[in-house]
């Protein structure tokens, strides 16, 4: 094991170099004469600059967290710093573009109605706008390995840090194997007479395979899928305008038709708190950027233009396409019942080109959400790994999953990922519905406690700068939402919860098919809606317990180790006086995107 031995300033501003030294040094010994398959072999070796925080030292207590060493290892973790500018810029906008936007918001559509489909998302894409601004923010100065779950063990409490890192990465783990199962459910849309088990073997395959590759081959994936996508919203939107003002084949013009009958609301408020969770689990996946800053090149440059571009795949990817999902579906199409959260026959999109009558192009929108799932599951392995290594890397998860290779690569973590990915074979047997629901309900309040962490923790972090005397200015990229814009998104995520809590205690009567009754339906419909919760803070109670961690204070917080520039006052000046001389459009774009 390799441990750093210089001071907190030297460490902070060097620890960039020193793991970006070690890697040129792997490249140049595996570039050497030696033969294609040794070198292949070579680079699953240990990285020598792979370590894990050891306990602390025994006190009264029995056990000690090393916050310290967590910070130091976070920071100086080896994976590899591949990611350029175009690959964070395309996580950014189409990351998280999947089945909760396809297929998951005919679900919104059909409990809530138009008007509440637009609300929650609209509604939803603000609280996250102020969430990724917010850990830009830190993700910027600190891009450390494990980003937001390290920052609530560094600005929170290394409890809650240990229960967010594994609620996130169990979300992901649990979205593989269902992202698989979806792909090969969306194969069905064309009855295909070849097994589910088949396509999950080739999907599964396909998806480590690229995550084996390293973190560049991700962010190509990511920069392919996330053009297709885009580009499928994009057309979809322009389709839509036109079939709404009456230039589809039967030239009927429809304008806001459905939003009179059947009408703009379903189920009341109710509807509209139900739809809140479905948008909180499209947007899934969005602060991914964040968590990819580790790994990127120069996150300074890259980080902020990707952040701000979140705002603008908000309101054009997001609220344009579910604005006009909403003028071209009624909610009472019974079609939006689909067996499945992934059955592509569900899909609003689908639906709304089959209505049309435009033959073809709906298995050409299908096509677009099998990329879609599969773009999901190459996300879900990544950010899995990316998150068990570095909480193993802080001593919050075993010792083995912290292995990163000379390529950069958390190997074993990536395996344990991939394994979970076998539990998408179960799409073969008639347990597989009863299984995946309950799978879906340990991670189904995941992104809402993760997006919450991040507020908070960012309210803490901007305390805790002012309390030590530094001032805003050295910050290399400021929240343009603010720390009140923190106060926003957490209050609104702890608002989400209610209203998830209520509508699994109170749940809506389903338009078609058995009504829910009695005390045994109601309990099991209430924790299949909010079962991470209690395992969220049965984890924070069970570790605090163990390790007695304290709740960070301002004044102790580590405001300094992982800083990867070495004069940031001066680079910022720099920088300042560069954008003096832009002229205005330039300072305009700069801002918004």
Known sequence: MVKSTFDSSTSSSGSGSAVVGNELLFEEKLSSKAPLARRAWDSFRRNPDFHITQKGQIGANGQVFDVESAAQNTAESPLARKLKGRHLQMIAIGGSIGTGLFVGSGKALQQGGPASLLIAFSLIGAMLFCTVQALGEMAVLLPVAGSFSAYSTRFLDPAWGFAMGWNYA???????????????????????????????????????????????????????????????????????????????????????????????????????????????????????????????????????????????????????????????VPYTDRRLIGQSSSDAKASPFVIAIKNAGITGLDSVMNVVIMISVLSVGNS????????????????????????????????????????????????????????????????????????????????????????????????????????????????????????????????????????????????????????AAPVVLLCYIVYKLIYRTPIMRCKDMDLKTGLRDLNLVELLADEEFEKASWPKWKKAYKFLC
């Open 170 to 328: 169990t979300l992901w783990l649990i979205i593989l194997p269902l992202e698989i199962v979806a792909a090969a459910i969306t194969i069905e849309y064309w009855d295909s007479p070849i097994s589910p088990a088949v396509w999950v073997t080739i999907f599964l395959l396909g998806i480590i395979s690229i995550n084996l590759v390293g973190v560049r081959g991700y962010g190509e994936a990511e920069f392919v899928f996330s053009i297709i996508k885009v580009i499928a919203v994009i057309g979809f939107i322009i389709l839509g305008i036109i079939l709404n003002v009456g230039g589809g084949r039967n030239a009927e013009y429809i304008g806001g038709r459905y939003w009179a009958s059947p009408g703009a609301f379903n189920n009341g408020f109710q509807g509209l708190c139900s739809v809140f969770v479905i948008a909180a689990f499209a947007f899934t996946g969005t602060e991914l950027v964040g968590l990819a800053a580790a790994e990127t090149a120069n996150p300074r440059k890259s980080l902020p233009t990707a952040v701000k571009q979140v705002f603008w795949r908000i309101c054009l990817f997001y609220i344009v396409s579910l604005t006009l999902v909403g003028l071209l």
């Open 380 to 531: 879900a392995v990544y950010g899995s790994s990316r998150t068990l290594a570095a909480l193993a890397e802080q001593g919050q998860a075993p010792r083995f999953l912290a292995y990163i290779d000379r390529k950069g690569r958390p190997l074993k973590a990536i395996g344990v990922a991939a394994a979970f990915g076998f539990l998408a074979y179960l799409a073969a047997s008639n347990k597989d519905t009863e299984v995946f629901t309950w799978l879906q309900a340990l991670s189904g309040l995941s992104s809402i406690f993760t997006w919450g962490s991040i507020c908070l923790a960012h309210i803490r972090f901007r305390r805790a700068w002012r309390v030590q005397g530094r001032s805003l200015d050295e910050l290399a990229f400021r929240s343009q939402a603010g720390v009140l814009g923190s106060w926003i998104g957490f209050i609104f995520n702890v608002l989400v919860l209610i209203a998830q809590f209520w509508t699994g205690f109170a749940p809506i009567q389903p338009q078609y098919g058995p009504p829910i009754t009695g005390t045994l339906a109601h309990v099991r419909n209430f924790f299949q809606a909010y079962l």
